[in-house]
């Protein structure tokens, strides 16, 4: 019930198209769903965090849509550029002063030129 | 900030040697997580502690492992004795667990090799 699974493990998108990683949790009493980004050789970083409270959150070229009934989330990021090449992890996490984040497995993103 | 430090970067040592890791989290953090990664396991917690006390330390694999944070400044990961399995990147992160949704800081990596 603590896991959070992730999809495609791997995925190969053109420049400029779509990117689209998904992810669906058991747990309904995560609150917190961020993404972080790991480029090779640095630790990942937070990329952008939805709450339940809303269905979507944008920020820039990146997108993340939330259907609670679902309990699935996911991110999009439009304009896929050479940049964006990374891996991707989402996350839940609970309302805490320590709460740990649950990271779902990765997903491995090579935008080609 | 300088950001989350973690020392050495890199280890290569040999099976059945002791290795400590070392990290210093941001200045007025009271969070601190171990992660391990791999590219068969994934991003793995193995401890976290608030306000220097541990929290959680299930994901700790065995008793080889061990983790101290004997002030706001410094934690260690160790491992003794050390075996090939263990190699993996070992990652520090830490964050300010005010009781908002907390973002957490992740450090370099120390990329350990046990031959």
């Known amino acids: 019930q603590q896991q959070v699974k992730q999809s495609p493990q791997s995925l190969i998108v053109q420049k400029g198209g779509i990117s689209i990683i998904n992810c669906a949790y058991e747990?309904?009493?995560?609150?917190?769903f961020p993404w972080y980004q790991q480029f090779p050789g640095k630790g990942p970083a937070l990329l952008i965090a939805i709450r339940p409270d809303v269905s979507e959150k944008k920020e820039g070229r990146f997108t993340i849509s939330f259907n609670k009934s679902a309990k699935q989330f996911s991110l999009h990021i439009m304009d896929s550029q050479p940049g964006d090449s990374a891996t991707y992890f989402c996350a839940a996490s609970r309302y805490s002063s320590a709460s740990k984040i649950i990271f779902g497995s990765g997903t491995r993103l090579s935008i080609r030129p | 900030d300088a950001g989350v430090i973690q020392s050495p970067r890199h280890e290569v040592t040999e099976m059945g040697q002791e290795v400590t890791l070392r990290c210093k989290p941001i200045?007025?953090?009271?969070?601190l997580f171990w992660y391990r990664q791999t590219m068969m396991r994934g991003l793995e917690l193995l401890i976290y502690f608030n306000n220097n006390v541990p929290i959680d330390d299930s994901g700790m694999p065995e008793d080889r492992f061990s983790a101290k944070m004997p002030n706001a400044s410094f934690s260690t990961l160790k491992i003794q004795p050390s075996e090939p399995r263990d190699s993996a990147v070992y990652f520090c992160a830490s964050s300010f667990g005010g009781g908002q949704y907390n973002e957490q800081f992740f450090g370099p990596g120390t990329r350990l090799t046990v031959l």
């Open positions: 747990n309904t009493a995560f609150d917190y």
């Open positions: 200045s007025g953090h009271n969070s």
